[in-house]
């Protein structure tokens, strides 16, 4: 018997749409490039043009360096470039140092790579350190004797050794390999300095550059965690002193840190007590200038982490400094990798600057041996210029290649 009320129809369910299938085939060349650069009057115009720029400044630049250029100036001056004033009769002490951070890169490759045995792997690390061995390479070409070639040889062997014994070591040493770094650092410091050996006073060059960046490096980054942990403090205190120190810094040019840095460090210490040296000097104004921008960094980092994880971990029992260093603050600083290294690379390159001071880093030797008698005047500046460029370039592209390297191991971007 009807009466007159409706039945209530089931729908079906709709299946969940299949993900789509993005073709894995292999573009041609050709294909690519009608695709991309000539797939319309305006692109194909705008293609050759440029096309024609780039191919220019190639020939210029090759032109340059294997024709025009006279690299005599490099050659000749090759220690003063790499060293500065360093005592000649203390170089094996540069050795006995490289030998030692060889060491601690190798153990350290070694124990991350222990995982990774495949012909992949081998092909990955021989790509990310492909700019260091052609700025090596390089060099070695400017050298005119054998020795260094077969001292780098030398070194390159301690690196090798020590990767194979890296790679045998236990799980839990690969969690210790930031404070063998740290350690292997100060270890080639004392084996240049102590027993006699020359004071940071008498270093120059691409030393001098490379030594005040790892130093600027190390310590500006633990100064910028803290900073930027006593930003977001609930202490009122070390809130508006951690703001007022960043904001203070961060709105001064460094070079106008550095001149007062050079002239009044000295006197803030006791009655008594020597001036630091002017690399000292210059050292911890990098370190405080760029801690103050770590500091921005990492709390962004902080502000990235989610809310749920901190109350997650009030939730089983952490305290707040457990929660802050082991669920905040990594968290924080695996979102803010590309950063992090963008800030360590601006710090090696504003080492520069130290020659503002009367320090004499690479670009300044690169400056001072054209006052030599043989290379007055002859105009022979693009060539030193052109060779420390070369130098910053290789050593900043290799830590941007690191960064990578890193950010796709903790899968930064991904979720």
């Given at each position: 018997m009807?009466?007159?009320?409706?039945r209530?129809?089931?729908?079906?369910?709709?299946?969940?749409?299949?993900?789509?299938?993005?073709?894995q085939?292999?573009?041609?060349?050709?294909e690519w490039?009608?695709?991309?650069?000539?797939?319309?009057?305006?692109n194909?115009?705008?293609?050759?043009?440029?096309?024609?720029?780039?191919?220019?400044?190639?020939?210029?630049?090759?032109?340059?360096v294997?024709?025009?250029?006279?690299?005599?100036v490099v050659?000749?001056?090759?220690?003063?470039?790499?060293?500065?004033?360093?005592?000649?009769?203390?170089?094996?002490?540069?050795w006995?140092?490289?030998?030692i951070?060889?060491?601690?890169a190798?153990?350290?490759?070694?124990a991350?790579?222990?995982?990774?045995?495949?012909?992949?792997?081998?092909?990955d690390?021989?790509?990310?350190?492909?700019p260091?061995?052609v700025?090596?390479?390089?060099?070695?070409?400017f050298t005119?004797?054998?020795?260094p070639?077969?001292?780098?040889?030398?070194?390159?062997?301690?690196?090798?050794?020590?990767?194979?014994?890296g790679?045998?070591l236990p799980?839990?040493?690969?969690?210790?390999?930031?404070?063998?770094?740290?350690?292997?650092?100060?270890a080639?410091?004392?084996a240049?300095t102590?027993?006699?050996g020359?004071?940071?006073?008498?270093?120059?060059?691409?030393?001098?550059?490379?030594?005040v960046?790892?130093g600027?490096?190390?310590?500006s980054f633990?100064?910028?965690?803290?900073l930027?942990?006593g930003?977001?403090?609930?202490?009122?205190?070390?809130?508006?002193?951690?703001?007022?120190y960043?904001?203070?810094?961060?709105?001064?040019?460094?070079?106008?840190?550095?001149?007062?840095?050079?002239?009044?460090?000295?006197l803030?210490?006791?009655?008594?007590?020597n001036?630091?040296e002017?690399?000292?000097?210059?050292?911890?104004v990098?370190?405080?200038f760029?801690?103050?921008y770590?500091?921005?960094?990492?709390?962004?980092?902080?502000?990235?982490?989610p809310?749920?994880?901190?109350?997650?971990a009030?939730?089983?029992?952490l305290?707040?400094?457990?929660?802050?260093?082991?669920?905040?603050?990594?968290?924080?600083?695996?979102?803010?990798?590309?950063?992090l290294v963008?800030q360590?690379?601006s710090?090696?390159?504003?080492?520069?600057?130290?020659?503002?001071?009367?320090?004499?880093?690479?670009l300044?030797i690169?400056?001072?041996?054209?006052?030599?008698?043989?290379?007055?005047?002859?105009?022979?500046?693009?060539?030193?210029?052109a060779?420390?460029?070369?130098?910053?370039?290789v050593?900043?592209?290799?830590?941007?290649?690191?960064?990578?390297?890193?950010?796709r191991?903790?899968?930064?971007?991904?979720?």
């Amino acid at each position: 018997m009807d009466l007159g009320l409706s039945r209530p129809t089931v729908e079906e369910p709709v299946p969940p749409p299949e993900p789509e299938r993005h073709d894995q085939r292999r573009v041609p060349p050709g294909e690519w490039v009608r695709d991309n650069l000539f797939n319309s009057v305006l692109n194909g115009i705008l293609t050759v043009v440029f096309g024609v720029i780039v191919v220019y400044a190639l020939f210029r630049a090759l032109r340059f360096v294997f024709v025009s250029a006279r690299w005599e100036v490099v050659e000749a001056n090759l220690t003063n470039l790499m060293v500065g004033l360093y005592p000649r009769s203390a170089l094996p002490r540069v050795w006995l140092a490289l030998g030692i951070l060889a060491v601690a890169a190798g153990l350290g490759a070694g124990a991350a790579s222990r995982r990774r045995r495949t012909s992949a792997s081998r092909l990955d690390a021989l790509k990310r350190s492909a700019p260091a061995l052609v700025g090596l390479l390089v060099i070695l070409s400017f050298t005119r004797t054998p020795l260094p070639a077969l001292l780098t040889a030398a070194v390159l062997a301690v690196a090798g050794l020590s990767w194979l014994g890296g790679s045998r070591l236990p799980e839990r040493f690969s969690r210790r390999l930031p404070l063998v770094y740290v350690a292997a650092v100060f270890a080639a410091y004392l084996a240049m300095t102590a027993a006699g050996g020359p004071g940071i006073d008498r270093w120059g060059g691409f030393l001098l550059t490379t030594s005040v960046a790892v130093g600027g490096i190390v310590l500006s980054f633990p100064l910028g965690v803290l900073l930027g942990l006593g930003r977001r403090s609930s202490f009122p205190a070390v809130r508006t002193f951690c703001v007022g120190y960043i904001e203070i810094i961060r709105g001064v040019p460094l070079i106008t840190l550095l001149f007062i840095g050079s002239v009044t460090i000295g006197l803030f210490l006791p009655p008594g007590f020597n001036r630091p040296e002017l690399v000292t000097r210059g050292l911890v104004v990098i370190i405080l200038f760029t801690g103050a921008y770590l500091a921005e960094t990492v709390r962004g980092g902080l502000q990235s982490v989610p809310v749920g994880q901190t109350e997650a971990a009030k939730a089983i029992g952490l305290s707040p400094l457990k929660t802050t260093f082991l669920i905040v603050l990594p968290q924080a600083l695996r979102n803010v990798i590309p950063t992090l290294v963008g800030q360590f690379i601006s710090l090696f390159k504003d080492t520069s600057l130290l020659a503002i001071i009367g320090l004499i880093e690479l670009l300044g030797i690169a400056q001072a041996i054209l006052f030599q008698g043989d290379f007055r005047g002859q105009g022979l500046q693009g060539e030193t210029l052109a060779f420390a460029a070369f130098l910053y370039w290789v050593s900043c592209y290799s830590m941007s290649r690191a960064a990578q390297r890193l950010e796709r191991r903790l899968g930064v971007g991904e979720r």
